[in-house]
T-cell receptor, first 114, second 114 residues
Framework: ETGVTQTPRHLVMGMTNKKSLKCEQH?????MYWYKQSAKKPLELMFV???????ENNSVPSRFSPECPNSSHLFLHLHTLQPEDSALYLC?????????????FGDGTRLSIL | AQSVAQPEDQVNVAEGNPLTVKCTYS??????LFWYVQYPNRGLQFLLK??????LVKGSYGFEAEFNKSQTSFHLKKPSALVSDSALYFC????????????FGAGTQVVVTP
């Protein structure tokens, strides 16, 4: 599925680096999400944006900083990460945040912290 | 509060045999239920959803799922498995009172052998 595009696909960074993950959706959706997927653990919802406004921050450490300049783009700014932050970061979008709406996922960014 | 359980970490099935992946849920209101599939190095792909109406829901790639309110289950089924069905399957639930937040199960790895 190419409706949600994430870049880069792979990222290796040191703990003192600053980097950003990018997500773009071409589906005309109004809600966007960041998830963290670690091995052997359920998906963890990090942030929810609805019409560019953040509606949920799931107790995410401040070293992760999201940005949503418009309904089509979502960024995750990374700074001073820890080794345990190594994971697959997935972006998703849905028409709205209504409970009956399925989410459409990108292929993720595989993040490795050295 | 809402929760979802996938009791099997892995399901092994021979090609051509029926495939079942189990999911049970708990919600305070009425459930919206979803199944997703994840292939290696890819994001989650939406398979099907139950919102209301007919308890048997048909989805992509020949999959179907049956909503059972008395057993609070939403098992995914396919009459004849293919080797290409080998992937990680996630069940997700959203309470009708919930805005934005999916609760995902831990995932079930399906292995279909030739």
């Amino acid at each position: 599925e190419t409706g949600v595009t994430q870049t880069p696909r792979h990222l290796v960074m040191g703990m003192t680096n600053k980097k950003s993950l990018k997500c773009e959706q071409h589906l005309g959706h109004n809600a966007m999400y960041w998830y963290k997927q670690s091995a052997k653990k359920p998906l963890e919802l990090m942030f929810v944006y609805n019409f560019k406004e953040q509606t949920e921050n799931n107790s995410v450490p401040s070293r992760f900083s999201p940005e949503c300049p418009n309904s089509s783009h979502l960024f995750l700014h990374l700074h001073t990460l820890q080794p345990e932050d190594s994971a697959l970061y997935l972006c998703a979008s849905s028409q709205t945040t209504a409970a009956n709406q399925p989410q459409h996922f990108g292929d993720g960014t595989r993040l490795s912290i050295l | 509060a809402q929760s979802v359980a996938q009791p099997e970490d892995q399901v092994n099935v021979a090609e051509g045999n029926p495939l079942t992946v189990k999911c049970t849920y708990s919600v305070s209101g009425n459930p919206y239920l979803f199944w997703y599939v994840q292939y290696p190095n890819r994001g989650l792909q939406f398979l099907l959803k139950y919102i209301t109406g007919d308890n048997l829901v048909k989805g992509s790639y020949g999959f179907e799922a049956e909503f059972n309110k008395s057993q609070t289950s939403f098992h995914l089924k396919k009459p004849s498995a293919l080797v290409s069905d080998s992937a990680l399957y996630f069940c997700a639930v959203r309470d009708t009172d919930s805005w934005g937040k999916f609760q995902f199960g831990a995932g079930t790895q399906v292995v279909v052998t030739p």
